[in-house]
């Protein structure tokens, strides 16, 4: 009797033990300090704005500010600040001091500082694993992007809109500037489309369906260690982007060509906004950095003046392919029937 009892002791003690471990790696998981701000989150989380930032301190800055100057309506929303480390490990200091000494009167927030050295790639793809069946949106932002004080009443309702339908991946705060045809190509539109669709996603203000972001970070652990594999889509110009960044020994910073070839092979499509006079819900701000030599400025003007047909949305939008043109069938936007030439050439007036 004495040895069922203890047996059963020792055996609580081990499940008490899990416990706490479990409720320890929630709150570490992929960092070393997670600091709580402000607020309250035993409430569902509406909306996760996901900022991924390194050592820009001033451009973390402009994008939280951008995002306090939002309108929420009245939802719950936690941001998420990531700070990644150099590949010496090291943590900048005046970055870190700018996420943690933001103040957020709409929300709570969250600064995360990595274990080790990400990268961008790392950073897009370990800071958010969305859990079973969870009906919150995530937002990711890396620091040089700003969003439109409309974006959110956007958004909501483009999930509200689109979720259901198995061909869309998410939607995306970015205004439409790739073709993936030409090497200067535009999206053409017919007359007064305000949202749409297109195989290639914007990353600058991109929010993925729940659904589909775990499933591709599912398929893409098991891909990346196939090491003979190469995520390529032959005839788009993020292909060639992506050849041209491992041959110089940088793949992981075209992350999202990984995603490409998963749309691709699951024919499916990002929902984005087509708005009037080249305004746009998510602007770049084109800081130095990775993707750019020096800080050239917004690539469009943020959205500030909203009308409520910006939301007017249709049940079936205009489908874009890859070329930029209007499609009358979902798969004939992912046919690619042009020369990989094409790639460094200008469109056709």
């Known amino acids: 009797m004495r040895v069922s009892i203890m047996m059963l002791y020792l055996f609580s003690l081990v499940l008490f033990a899990q416990c706490l471990y ?7 998981k992929c960092g070393k300090n997670s600091i709580s701000r402000s607020g309250s989150h035993l409430k569902p989380i509406d909306l996760r704005v996901v900022i991924m930032t390194y050592n820009r301190p001033a451009s973390l800055l402009k994008a939280l500010t951008a995002l306090s100057l939002a309108d929420y309506h009245g939802d719950n929303v936690m941001i998420e600040i990531w700070i990644d480390r150099g590949k010496n490990q090291h943590v900048d200091q005046a970055t870190l ?11 709570i927030v969250f600064v995360h500082i990595h274990q080790a050295h990400v990268g961008i790639m790392g950073q897009w793809i370990q800071t958010w694993r969305p859990g079973y069946n969870t009906s919150e949106m995530v937002l990711f932002l890396e620091d040089d992007i700003d969003v439109s004080p409309h974006f959110y009443t956007w958004l909501r309702a483009a999930h509200k809109k689109y979720d259901i339908d198995d061909d869309v991946l998410g939607v995306t705060l970015q205004r439409g500037n790739i073709n993936g045809r030409w090497k200067r190509g535009r999206l053409n539109f017919p007359t007064g489309t305000l949202v749409y669709k297109y195989p290639i996603i914007g990353i600058w203000g991109f929010s993925p369906k729940a659904s589909h972001w ?3 970070l599912q398929w893409l652990s098991a891909a990346r260690h196939n090491k003979t594999f190469h995520p390529y889509v032959e005839g788009i110009r993020t292909t060639w982007w992506f050849k041209h960044a491992e041959k110089i020994g940088i793949p992981d910073t075209i992350w999202d060509m990984w995603h490409i070839y998963f749309v691709h092979k699951k024919q499916r499509f990002c929902i984005a906004a087509n708005l009037p006079h080249n305004t746009t819900l998510a602007a770049n701000r084109r800081e130095k950095g990775l993707h750019f030599k020096g800080t050239t400025g917004a690539d469009y003007q943020l959205l500030h003046t909203w009308r409520k047909d910006f939301v007017d949305f249709p049940d079936d939008p205009v489908i874009l392919g890859y070329d930029g043109e209007v499609k009358k069938y979902a798969t004939d936007a992912f046919n690619i029937s042009w020369p990989a030439t094409d790639n460094f050439r200008s469109a056709p007036e």
């Open 97 to 107: 001091k700018t996420a943690t000494e933001f103040k957020f009167s709409q929300g």
């Open 22 to 28: 479990f409720i320890w790696s929630l709150f570490n």
């Open 214 to 216: 775990s499933e591709f």
